[in-house]
């Protein structure tokens, strides 16, 4: 008997989300059912409700999230009822081309459920990056759900799950940014302070905070930016030069998804350094450079999708470093809001007065 729940769904473009019954089946083979505990509100969100991300309406958002493990279908070993665990977009399936040449972080046949949650009219969900857990219960492949330390915080878990992983590997895996690197973040919100926290946890020596707006360049400072750059006042690159004895970065991380802040960020980087592009541009978006800049200045240019994580291998071991308090997951949380607030949390997050709102159930 398929469980009805309440979730979050954005049901056209552009249209305000609503709070719905919904559907959501027993586990069958491979899948596990999650009892969802608290759900960050990310702007990958507002891109699927905008329309931005494709037009499979309606969705049944939420995808930062932790929860307990309510029951499992055959075959399922990795976890069990009970069990506390984070939800990753990521589950490697082990066989395809990437997997089999030992990358599984590009893994190119990432699982999800196979059944789908519908509306209670029987009309299947789209749900968000194959999660769906702005709901009290969801179904996921279970490969995507990764078991922690259940002393975690669930507000604070929930959001390595996406935004925060996604910073801390762009610093981490991507950027490989080691002790004594000097390093510089464009855009501070909730992906580029974890790209602060990652550059400070690898031993970064300067770590430079770019973004246009005050408050959050206080915010950069707390979780580990040594300066702070307002590139609506000052020119970053120039700045960022004058920071690091005329050279530039050693890693320089776009954390906004723009054309200019890449553009800058790829100026800031020294001789034969890294820019990791994590910011999402939209399809219009294009960049424009002098080839002989990118020949001359040597380095690498590289994307970072979801902080290039293996989730069963880095979710446990960010719970256990935020659990010994050498990396504060807590800071991220802005507030704590019930089901029905997501879409004011959409125009706070638009307001950029949050890092993240996190729905707790
Ligand atoms: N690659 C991935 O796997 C992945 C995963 C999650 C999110 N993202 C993307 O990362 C980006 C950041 O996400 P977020 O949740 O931190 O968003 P956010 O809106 O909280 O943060 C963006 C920040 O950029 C700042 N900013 C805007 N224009 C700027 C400019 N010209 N110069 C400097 N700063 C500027 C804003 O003031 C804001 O603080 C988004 O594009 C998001 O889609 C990528
Ligand atoms: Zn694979
Ligand atoms: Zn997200």
């Known amino acids: 008997m398929p469980h009805q729940v309440r979730g979050i769904i954005a049901g056209a473009k552009g249209a305000t989300v609503k709070l719905q019954d919904i559907l959501v089946p027993d586990p069958g083979p491979g899948e596990a059912l999650i009892r969802v505990k608290a759900c960050g509100v990310c702007h990958t969100d507002l891109h699927y409700r905008e329309g931005a991300i494709n037009d499979d309406f309606p969705f049944l958002l939420g995808h930062e999230a932790s929860g307990t493990v309510e029951s499992v279908g055959d075959g399922v070993s990795n976890v069990a009822p009970g069990d506390f665990v984070i939800i990753a977009w990521r589950s490697p399936c082990g066989t395809c081309r990437s997997c089999l040449r030992g990358r599984p972080w590009y893994c190119f046949a990432s699982r999800n459920a196979q059944q789908p949650m519908t509306l209670a009219d029987g009309t299947p969900l789209s749900p968000a990056l ?18 922690v330390n259940a002393d975690a915080s669930p507000q604070a878990a929930g959001l390595v799950g996406c935004g925060i992983m996604a910073g801390l590997g762009a610093a981490i895996n991507t950027g490989g940014v080691i002790r004594g690197d000097s390093v510089a973040v464009f855009g501070c ?35 580990g930016a040594t300066h702070t750059i307002n590139a609506s006042q000052t ?7 004058k920071l690091t004895r005329g050279n530039g970065v050693n890693v320089a991380i776009e954390a906004v998804g723009s054309p200019i802040t890449y553009e800058q960020a790829f100026y800031a980087r020294d001789h034969a350094g890294t820019l990791v592009q994590v910011g999402v541009p939209s399809p219009d978006m294009k960049i424009e450079l002098p080839l002989i800049e990118l020949f001359g200045r040597g380095g690498s240019l590289k994307s970072s999708w979801y902080g290039d994580c293996l989730p069963s291998r880095d979710f446990p071991m960010y719970i256990d470093l935020y659990l010994q308090g050498r990396l504060d997951l807590d800071r991220f949380v802005s507030e704590t809001i019930p089901l029905d607030g997501v879409e004011d949390a959409f125009h706070k997050m638009e307001r950029g007065e949050v890092l993240r709102s996190v729905v707790v159930f």
Request: overall charge negative.
């Open 235 to 241: 020119d970053p690159v120039e700045a960022i030069r």
């Open 130 to 147: 194959g999660i769906g857990a702005f709901a009290e219960l969801t179904l996921v492949d279970a490969g995507q759900a990764v078991k």
């Open 189 to 223: 919100g909730g992906v580029g302070d974890a790209a602060i926290a990652g550059a400070r946890l690898a031993g970064a020596h300067t770590i430079i905070g770019v973004d246009i707006d005050d408050r959050k360049l206080e915010w950069a400072k707390e979780f």
